[in-house]
Structures are given as C-alpha cells and as structure tokens.
C-alpha cells in the first residue's frame, strides 16, 4: 500500500475516534434531543410562514442566500500535523493519494449538510414556482456537482502564495455561487448549467495568472489547527476538552475594556480573566451568539417566538460562557503570583456574568418595537439578569 494512503487511513481512523468518543457524550447531554425538538418546532413554523408569504416574495433572492453559505464554505481536512511540515514535505510528489482522499472525505462529509439544506429550500421552492420547480432530484445533483466544483476552487485557492489573492477569488467564488443558484431556481437547469460552466472556466482561467505552489502547507496547516480548534470549542460545551488549544488574538482596541477593571491587587484574576475572554475565541463565539440573535430578534413579530428566542441563545450563552473557567487551569504563572487561590475560582465568573448580562439588555432592545411589545416580556431581562446573577454565584 503506499505509504500516503496508509498515513492517510492512520490519521482518518484516529480522527474519528475523537468524534465519536466527544458525540457520546454530547449525546449524553441531551443535545441530539434538543435538536430534535428544534427540528420538529422550526418545521411547524416553517409551514405557517409559507400560508403568509406574499405573492410579491423573492423567492429565488432567499433561496441563494441561504445554500450559497453551504456551497461557498468547503474546508478541506487535511488532517495534517505541525511535524508534517517538516517529515511530510519531502513526500511531497507522493502525497496525492493523501490529498485527494482529504478532498473526497471533505466532500462527503459536507455534502451532508448540503443534502439537508437543500431540502430545508425544497418546501418554498416548490410554493414559489409550483410546476415549474425542477424535480428534488435534479436540484441535488445540480447542488452537489456545485458543491464539489466549490472544493475545487478552494484547493486552487490554497495554493495561492499571496492572502490577498486568495480572498478575491474566494468573493468571487461567493459572489459566482449565489449568482448560479439564482439563475437555477428563476430559470431552470439550463440557465444554471450555462452559468456554472462560465464560472468554472473563468475561474480556471483567472487561476493561470497567479503566482501558486502545488501544495502549501504553511497554509494547509494553519486552515486544519483552525478546523480542529472549532471542532474541539464545539465539543467543550458537553465535556471537558483537555487538548483544547488556545488562539490568543491581540485585539487592542477591544482588550482596552478590561481596563475598566479596578486596579487592586484582588482583581488580578478578574483583570486576567477578561483579557482572556477579549482575546480568545470564546469573544468571537459570544458576539456572533449575540449578532445572530438579534438580527432574528429583529425579524421576530410574534411575542411568544421573541421570548423563545431571546431564552435560547441566552442560555446557549450561558453555556458557551462556563468555558472561561477552564483557561489558564494548567499554566504555572498565576500560581507563583502572591494572590490567594480563593479570587481566582470566583474571578471566572464574576466576568462571564458580565459578559451575559450585557448580551441580556443588547437582547432586550428589540422589545420597544410596535407590535411586539407586552407587558409579561419585561420578565425577560429580568430573567438575563437572574441568568448573570446564577453564573457569579457559581464561583462562590
């Protein structure tokens, strides 16, 4: 067997190991049941929304919004390691059975989520077009041979030396998906055909006059610790992740709130602790919470569906926040600072309490709209504020 090929089974047995092992106990956790749940309830609201869509409704405009995102997002895994830039690189003619096993992998497995998001679109597709909607069938293939040219261009892509470079092919590849959706469901197979055809070849054409290596693993490996940390942050929220690497980003603009935190010897930990939090991924995973709640909060006419959503993500907050706790647990430097080791298990806290009840009143905005404001919604802050309260309390 070559050796890329048995390295490759290596690495893509281990892998699944990981998965399977941390799946387990998210299912433990119940998270497969909520999903069940949200399932059935989004497919219930989902069909109400349909009997009220106007005859006037971009039907084609929505559908590519929501499958471009699951067309032009196609990471590939690679699997690789640190020491592979190093014991790999000299391999590199024999890698292809390595890379394009990566690629097929990465296709199956996303193919997945394009599967059900395409048939999350059938429903109002079908209302907008009736008999002129193509078959389920026809629109699968369609999307899964896009799907698939999508990994072909991100391969290109990687191998582009310049960043620059690579961020405009991946706008215009964005930019290309929605325009070949559109085109499918507003005038049928043909006219997407055509369009996909025209991308692919401009694509190949643009590619030619840019400067790009056969494999780049600088940039192969960065992109793979990126998908791996994801991976890992996901699974921290069921159980804890002992490998979880820490990304620490410097943020100057956004770490200079935690000079808001008094300077006294007992807020050592607490000063830390929201640097952490500024700097590290767990920032980023709260704000796109926040952001994602309220553009839907924003959307929401129905008081009933606002406080389901406004409970959800700040529970999803909540839980995402119990993370900070777990930074710095196996660093030797905070416990050669002469501070008792009491103000560090209540610093955590007492800053993720800040952080949830700021998204609770950011939340909250949307409640003065007409139409959706009630008098029983003022429990909802309310109830942000007791959320904050319970997570300080915990490290007491």
Not at 10 to 17: F, M, N, T, V
Not at 124 to 145: D, K, Q
């Amino acid at each position: 067997m070559n050796p890329a090929v048995r390295l490759w089974k290596e690495r893509l047995g281990a892998h699944l190991k990981v998965v399977s092992r941390y799946a387990f106990y998210a299912g433990q956790s119940g998270f497969f049941l909520f999903l069940f749940a949200a399932f059935i309830t989004t497919s219930y609201l989902y069909g109400k929304a349909l009997d009220r869509i106007p005859a006037s409704f971009p039907y084609a405009l929505v559908i590519a919004c929501w499958l471009t995102p699951f067309m032009a997002v196609s990471p590939i895994r690679t699997l690789l390691r640190q020491a592979d830039l190093v014991f790999l690189l000299p391999m590199e003619a024999r890698m292809g059975g390595y890379f394009r096993r990566s690629m097929l992998y990465s296709f199956a497995t996303q193919s997945f989520a394009a599967v059900l998001a395409v048939a999350a679109a059938m429903p109002l597709y079908r209302h907008g077009y009736g008999e002129r909607a193509l078959p389920f069938l026809v629109v699968l293939l369609f999307i899964l041979a896009l799907k698939f040219a999508n990994m072909l261009g991100n391969w290109t892509e990687s191998g582009m030396i310049r960043g620059g470079q690579r961020q405009t092919f991946r706008l215009v590849r964005w930019i290309a998906d929605a325009a070949i959706i559109y085109a499918l469901a507003s005038f049928g197979f043909i006219a997407g055909a055509v369009l996909l055809l025209a991308s692919l070849g401009a694509f190949a054409l643009g590619a030619r006059f840019v400067r790009r290596v056969p494999v780049n693993w600088p940039y192969l490996r960065m992109k793979e610790a990126a998908h791996r940390t994801t991976m890992l942050l996901f699974f921290n929220w069921f159980v804890d992740v002992d490998d979880l690497p820490n990304r620490v980003k410097p943020r100057r603009s956004l770490s200079k709130l935690a000079d808001l935190v008094p300077f006294r010897r007992e807020n050592a930990f607490r000063y830390l602790y929201a640097l952490t939090l500024l700097r590290s991924e767990l920032f980023g995973i709260t704000l796109r919470l926040t952001l994602l709640a309220l553009a839907i909060l924003l959307a929401v006419d129905n008081p009933l569906l606002y406080a389901g959503v406004y409970v959800l993500f700040q529970t999803v907050t909540c839980v995402q926040l119990s993370a900070l706790g777990r930074f710095h647990r196996y660093s030797v430097w905070p416990a050669l600072y002469p501070i008792p080791e009491t103000l560090r298990a209540s610093s955590a806290p007492r800053i993720a309490s800040v952080a949830q009840l700021v998204q609770a009143v950011v939340l909250a905005l949307p409640l003065c709209r007409p139409g959706v404001f009630e008098p029983w919604l003022l429990a909802l802050p309310a109830f942000g504020a007791a959320l904050a309260y319970a997570v300080r309390r915990r490290g007491q």
